[in-house]
């Protein structure tokens, strides 16, 4: 093979090498972040008419909280997909179907379940005073 052909080879392979990349590191960046932010370290599973859930909300509002910590939040009442997801969760955590409700917070970290606002909620006092990572 001449050195031309090699040449026109080696090129035909990088451009397809850099092609394949530019395709793929996307999807790669989006399987470790959420929306274009960091993965969430924490889900806050909550009901629309929930008044426990609007008291956690505001908590979380109030504080910045969903930034500094990651929180993202997931409406079950009329999101099937985050309903199912939330049922998964609950399993995961040990909490039966007659233990299903919101508010429930997700720990990433703990693989942990917390339940009900007022326990959400001062575990959120508690790691929001934790320093970062």
């Known amino acids: 093979m001449n ?39 924490m889900i806050l599973y909550y009901g629309n008419s929930c008044p426990h859930c609007k ?19 997931k409406e079950v009442s009329s999101d099937r997909t985050n309903q199912d997801e939330f049922i998964r969760t609950a399993k995961s955590c040990g909490l039966g179907s007659d233990n299903l409700g919101v508010p429930m917070l997700w720990d990433a970290k703990t693989q942990k ?16 005073t934790k320093p970062p990572l």
């Open 3 to 41: 050195t031309t052909k090699k040449l026109a080879t080696a090129a035909i392979l990088l451009a397809s090498a850099s092609a394949f990349l530019m395709m793929e590191l996307p999807k790669i960046k989006t399987a470790e972040t959420n929306n274009g932010n960091p993965a969430a370290q």
């Open 55 to 73: 008291t956690v909300e505001n908590y979380i509002a109030e504080n910045g909280l969903a930034e500094k910590l990651r929180i993202e939040q």
């Open 113 to 128: 379940c917390h339940s009900g606002d007022q326990t959400i909620i001062d575990f959120l006092r508690q790691a929001d």
